[in-house]
Every structure is written in structure tokens, then in C-alpha cells.
């Protein structure tokens, strides 16, 4: 059944608060319509007015649906980022929150309503607290521990997840330091980025050609320190892998076992270029 209040999650930016309920969305089988209000007008929630006759030659005005609106009632409703858009906006999400209505419609029944807000130092227009109150708000503080099991179960790079596990007792590389956290124009950790590069490496694999320039590649995603560390950390972890000494049996089979995906995608490289020479 439906949550009889909407639930709203404060956290730091990147720390997981849309993938939690597109997570959420997708266990239960439900629909996920994604509102961000920054990109939004009102009419885009109330729907565009139009002029209808009715039968007696008489006008009125009714709303075009708008083209988010739930075809079904299993649906959840994320209201993404309502501290980063104009208070006419706000009026909107209150509607939503308070009463399950858009403009001059219900809500389904069978539906979930959600939002997220990344907290006052991001914020570009304050939450009034006539919003903040119709919500049921949870601050969103993942541990590092929490992430590192959702990173595993969700498949991100192993080599990723044992960084930030090496490290987590004597320097957090998974989230944005402090004094920086809300500052512009500044590239740091976040679990979003760690996440996105993941999902850059499983995509580019063959393009990386080994450990010592994976930071080139890392830090547009968590910023310089982080890359650096992630490199360095690597290089330690990983000996260089010689395609050669494979062939000639100089590795154990615990080592071979250790090889990391991005290893496996030079060595893979290498033999597809060796073999394209010799072709030609």
C-alpha cells in the first residue's frame, strides 16, 4: 500500500539518493517518474490550459494531462531536487506532497512519492518549512561500510571497492571532504563518481592500457587527490602483468586469479593487436 506521507531524503550530493529509489522503483516493479523541478514550469505539473465547449455552447477551462502523469497506479513519484528550483515550483510540490494532487488532478492511489534535496550548502532556493513539514524527512547518511556492500552486490569495479575498503579506516576517498563540500568549480570524491567511473571502465576497457594512467582517466570523475591515490594504490596492489611470462608459466595460479580487469583488458589488447599486425 501507499505511504501515507511523502518521504523526502537530505544528503550530501552523490551520495545515492536517486539510485535509492530508482533502486526502490525497481525491486517492487513500480514505474519511476523522475521530476526535477529546476527544469520544470508549472504548467508543466498542472498540465497546459485549453478552452473546451460543453454541449450547452458554454466555455470552461480544463488541463491537458500532463505527459509524466502515471498511466497505471503502481508508480513512484520522485520529486528530485525541490531546494534547487523557483518557489512557484514549490507551490507546485507542495500540492503533490500535501494532497496527492496535480493541478485538477487526483494522484492514483496505488503510488509511492518521494524527493530529495542535497542540503543548505547546494541549495539555491531554500525549502520553506510549510513544505519541509508535509514531508517525512530522512537524513540520508550511507556508511562507507553500507556502500561498499551495495557496490559489491551491484556489480561495480572489484578493483574500485577494494580501494575504498583498503582506505577506509585512515582516509575517505568515497565522499567529498568537509571543506568542500557545496563549493564550485571543485572536483572531488563522491559515490555517484566512483559509480559513473565504473561504469565508464566497463564500457572502455579495451581503451585502457594499464595502471600507471588510470588517474588521466579518474579524475574528471573524483578529482586529482583521489585519482592519484586510486593510481598509486593500484600500482602497489597489482604488479604489472607481462604477457610473455604468462605463456612461460611464471605466475601461480593465485596470482593469475588476482588480475584485475583492467590487466585483463591490456593483455587482451595487446594480443588483438599482435594478431592484427601478423594479419596484415
Request: net charge neutral; glycine share 6%; hydrophobic share 40%.
Amino acid at each position: 500500500k501507499s505511504l501515507t506521507k511523502s518521504v523526502l531524503f537530505i544528503g550530501d550530493s552523490g551520495l545515492g539518493k536517486s539510485s535509492y529509489v530508482e533502486d526502490f522503483a525497481r525491486r517492487i516493479g513500480y514505474t519511476l517518474i523522475n521530476l526535477r523541478l529546476g527544469e520544470l514550469e508549472p504548467v508543466d505539473i498542472t498540465g497546459m490550459p485549453m478552452k473546451t465547449q460543453l454541449k450547452d455552447g458554454t466555455f470552461i477551462t480544463e488541463y491537458a494531462r500532463p505527459h509524466w502523469w502515471p498511466t497505471s497506479g503502481k508508480f513512484v513519484l520522485f520529486i528530485d531536487e525541490p531546494d534547487r528550483c523557483s518557489k512557484e515550483m514549490h507551490s507546485c510540490a507542495m500540492q503533490i506532497v500535501q494532497q496527492r494532487r496535480a493541478g485538477m488532478r487526483d494522484l492514483p492511489e496505488d503510488g509511492f512519492v518521494f524527493a530529495a534535496a542535497n542540503g543548505p550548502e547546494y541549495a539555491t532556493i531554500p525549502m520553506c518549512q510549510a513544505l519541509m513539514r508535509r514531508f517525512a524527512v530522512i537524513l540520508f547518511e550511507p556508511t562507507v561500510d553500507e556502500w561498499i556492500f551495495w557496490a559489491r552486490s551491484n556489480k561495480v569495479n572489484s578493483l574500485i571497492v577494494d580501494f575504498i575498503e583498503a582506505n577506509k579506516d585512515t582516509s575517505n576517498m568515497l565522499d567529498t571532504p568537509k571543506g568542500l563540500v557545496g563549493k564550485p568549480n571543485v572536483i572531488a570524491p563522491t559515490r555517484s563518481g566512483w559509480t559513473e567511473f565504473s561504469l565508464w571502465l566497463d564500457s572502455a576497457l579495451t581503451e585502457l592500457p594499464n595502471l600507471d594512467t588510470v588517474s588521466i582517466y579518474l579524475e574528471p570523475y573524483v578529482g586529482k587527490t583521489a585519482a592519484i591515490a586510486f593510481e598509486k594504490w593500484s600500482k602497489t596492489k597489482y604488479r604489472s602483468v607481462n604477457l610473455e611470462d604468462i605463456f612461460n608459466k611464471k605466475y601461480t595460479s593465485r596470482e593469475l586469479s588476482n588480475i584485475s580487469t583492467m590487466q585483463l583488458a591490456a593483455i587482451s589488447n595487446k594480443i588483438s593487436k599482435e594478431f592484427l599486425c601478423k594479419t596484415i
